[in-house]
């Protein structure tokens, strides 16, 4: 395995131990899996070009539930600004587009930047009708978006976070021309046990294999291209969703091309075996607060259901996904010389444990018995995470007796995501009908 150019100064990822709550990005739940419609042709929603909602729309910003109050009725409860904490260092870039990889902690990502979109007011392009994601698998389109309607007037929001494959031309119709745009990458041995597990009954080069380990011995025997879209998940998962071919051979002048395409597209991408570090370098970039960057591991999946590749298995898996891993080693190396331009070795030291401190901080203050739970110890359906395949997704309940204004601020940073796309798409297009997640029996 290739070692991160981390240097001597650098410090460590978000270990299990750190703020025990565990490392983020073992498991997040993808919405191409199910609940997806055609997308419904949307409406107009007044927007300003750059993306900032007209006064008198219905998006509620600093709105959230109350205390025991009806899941679609939002209690009108602003958070204290003793409740949130950092400086920023100027004004905060409003206009963000992420591109939401699967199964590489892009779940806790998404928390992030929908937190920061109901903090200051912003609009959201959120997946049309009942759809949870863009149009995933397929390329994305515009028309994806609700809101907007082929040959109808031009639409621009704040923010872009849900699952879609990248499609500049068509991300461009809907996002402001000052947009910043980031994504973040996993190691691919990690990223495709992810997928396995996850995608066991979904994936067709996956349902009839007994291990991944079997699967990577003889990949040949249950990977067929021609088997569609959903086999996207089972090789180069993250070339994928950069929009490129993920069968292509890993030439060296193919692959060269698609790096420098992301480079020049991309301000900044991620990594998630490196969460905290990567929060402190967006946070500079984006010249957010500390608060608005701090997280809890979403989409967790238990320790039972990870599973351990053999050496062997893992350099077949690089071998498998070798675009996927010539992907990650270069931004890998990237990363680690951006945050040396950026910041430098002390204040990297300083920020991530302002980070890891303020994790800890509201750890004790929101989360019951300070650890995640599994889906039967959750009572809160708002709260419950997606179940899939094999894998066993762990969430959070609310320490009891906490005032309002604490439950606004807890209670958005463990939402999961399929509940947080519902909730801004019923607080931005009141008049459509509400998202049906079907595995919460709305």
Request: net charge positive; with cysteine; charged share 20%.
């Amino acid at each position: 395995m290739v070692e991160p150019l981390r240097e001597q100064w650098c410090l460590g990822q978000r270990s299990p131990g750190a703020a025990g709550l565990g490392a983020p990005g073992q498991g997040e739940p993808s919405d191409a899996v199910g609940f997806g419609v055609s997308p419904g042709q949307g409406v107009s929603t007044g927007e300003h070009g750059d993306g900032r909602r007209s006064k008198g729309l219905p998006f509620r910003g600093l709105l959230g539930w109350g205390v025991g109050g009806d899941a679609g009725a939002p209690t009108p409860t602003v958070l204290s600004p003793s409740l949130l904490k950092g400086q920023a260092e100027g004004p905060p870039i409003t206009n963000v587009m992420f591109l939401k990889t699967h199964k590489t902690a892009s779940s806790t990502v998404l928390n992030i930047l929908f937190r920061f979109a109901e903090t200051h007011n912003l609009s959201v392009a959120l997946p049309a009708g009942q759809r949870v994601h863009l149009g995933y698998p397929w390329l994305f389109l515009a028309r994806y978006v609700e809101g907007v309607e082929e040959g109808g007037p031009e639409q621009r929001f704040n923010i872009m976070c849900n699952h879609l494959r990248f499609n500049l031309p068509e991300v461009r119709k809907v996002m402001p021309n000052d947009t910043f745009y980031f994504s973040i990458l996993r190691n691919p041995v990690f990223q495709l046990e992810s997928s396995f597990i996850y995608y066991k009954g979904y994936v067709p080069a996956f349902r009839d294999v007994v291990s991944l380990e079997a699967f990577l011995a003889s990949p040949g025997t249950y990977y067929n291209e021609s088997q569609g879209l959903r086999n996207a998940y089972a090789r180069n998962g993250m070339w994928f969703d950069l929009g490129f071919d993920n069968n292509a051979p890993a030439e060296d002048a193919y692959v060269r091309a698609r790096l420098a395409d992301v480079e020049r597209r991309f301000q900044l991408v991620l990594i998630a075996e490196h969460f905290d570090e990567s929060m402190v370098l967006l946070r500079h970039l984006l010249r957010w607060r500390l608060d608005d960057v701090v997280s809890f591991p979403l989409n967790l999946r238990s320790p039972g259901s990870v599973t351990s590749l053999t050496p062997e298995g893992q350099e077949r898996a690089k071998r498998w996904c070798a675009l996927d891993w010539r992907l990650y080693q270069h931004f890998n190396r990237t990363f680690w010389a951006r945050l040396r331009t950026e910041l430098g070795p002390r204040r990297l030291r300083s920020e991530v444990a302002q980070l890891q401190a303020r994790q800890r901080e509201l750890q004790a203050l929101c989360v019951q018995d300070g650890a995640p739970k599994n889906k039967s110890q959750i009572t809160d359906l708002r709260l419950r995470p997606y179940q899939s395949g094999e894998a066993d997704i762990l969430g959070y309940s609310l320490r009891p007796g906490l005032d309002n204004q604490t439950v606004q601020l807890c209670q958005r940073m463990v939402t999961p995501e399929l509940q947080y796309t519902a909730r801004l798409y019923t607080q931005q297009f009141p008049e459509k009908p509400p998202k049906n997640i079907p595995f919460l029996g709305a």
